[in-house]
């Protein structure tokens, strides 16, 4: 325990006057405008608290914090969206998604042409709602799950990944990954604000109705098989109904895909995830195709991108090698 404290001495000795004070007012100017909006809840301070308890523990949970910074940055942005959204969405499409659908993946039945959702709906089971509702109602704990085995886990397997430069470089980057295709994700909610399937097939494809509040869709029949309220509060405090598109539901398990081939681990299981996020954000009525095949490429897009700033970054930082020890 000394030992522990002398080192946190050490490390506080060592931070400026500005690093000290800097997260307190930083998280007390977060809450203030929270509630100047009038939109504070329980979990706000929940969140500054968990956010200063990490920094301020010093270097034994440094690491920690660094992997969690980018989910704690996503929480704070998702929510601030319920404060502008209404200021800076563009026009709501509501009948493009579902006749893109309807023509290209279309299922032809004895009553007419149904989109797979409204198929679907009509094709459900018990084991299925089971199944689905319990990715989609972890599916970023999954994710989150998968990040930390990678940042944390990997590197004392004593693979390639052990290095100190991996572990400065590369260890958080897959949250980083999930950090940016939110950002993306969130800004296309309001350049092609989009209603979900689960909208059309309770308000018709009419013009959008901006005062109908956020459903859990096919998930409550999950809430309904346990007895339990999780998709009910969930989707309580959504932030947009409009967000269809894209499908950040996939994104996520798409990412995890990719960085479990790039870093050699949990291949199988990471497609299997992504694989059950597809199906399920279709068979929940939440997604579309359409939503599935945009949120793949921003996914994808988001990881390349990372890789190619990391290796130039790699390229500017790296020593020049003298012409001695070049090939």
């Known amino acids: 325990m000394n030992e522990i404290l002398k080192e946190w001495q050490e490390w506080w000795r060592a931070q400026t006057p500005f690093k000290r004070i800097a997260p307190v007012a930083t998280g007390a100017v977060y809450l203030a405008v929270i509630a100047a909006f009038g939109e504070i809840r329980i979990d706000h301070p929940t969140l500054v608290s968990l956010a200063l308890l990490l920094w301020y523990a010093g270097p034994r949970l440094r690491a920690l ?9 996503v929480g704070v942005v998702y929510d601030s969206m319920r404060i502008y959204a209404d200021l800076i969405r563009g026009p709501i499409h509501v009948e493009e998604p579902y006749w893109f659908d309807k023509t290209f ?8 042409r149904l989109t797979p959702n409204e ?23 999954i994710y989150v799950l998968i990040c930390l085995y990678f940042c944390f886990w990997l590197p004392k397997r004593g693979t390639p990944l052990r290095s100190p430069e991996w572990i400065r470089n590369q260890a958080y980057r897959p949250m980083w990954a999930f950090f940016f295709v939110n950002v993306l994700g969130y800004t296309t909610y309001y350049w092609y604000a989009a209603a979900p399937p689960w909208y059309v097939a309770q308000y018709g494809l009419g013009p959008a109705d901006l005062s109908v509040p956020a459903s859990a869709a096919g998930a409550l029949r999950f809430d309904a098989l346990l007895g339990t309220r999780f998709f009910t509060e969930m989707y309580g405090r959504a932030a947009d109904v409009f967000g269809a598109i894209p499908s950040l539901h996939v994104a996520y398990p798409l990412q995890a895909v990719f960085y479990a081939f790039r870093y050699g681990a949990l291949r199988g299981f990471t497609i299997v995830f992504y694989l059950s996020m597809c199906f399920s954000a279709v068979y929940l009525n939440h997604h579309y195709i359409l ?37």
């Open 65 to 73: 914090f660094d992997f969690l910074i980018p989910l704690i940055l």
């Open 105 to 112: 993946f279309g299922i032809d039945t004895p009553e007419g």
């Open 119 to 141: 198929w679907w709906q009509r094709n459900t089971h018990p084991v299925l709602d089971l199944i689905t509702g319990f990715f989609y109602l972890c599916f970023i704990s």
């Open 291 to 327: 939503d599935i095949l945009w949120g793949s490429t921003y996914a994808i897009f988001v990881c390349l991108a990372l890789e190619f700033a990391g290796r130039q970054k790699s390229l500017i930082t790296s020593p020049v090698r003298s012409r001695d020890q070049m090939p």
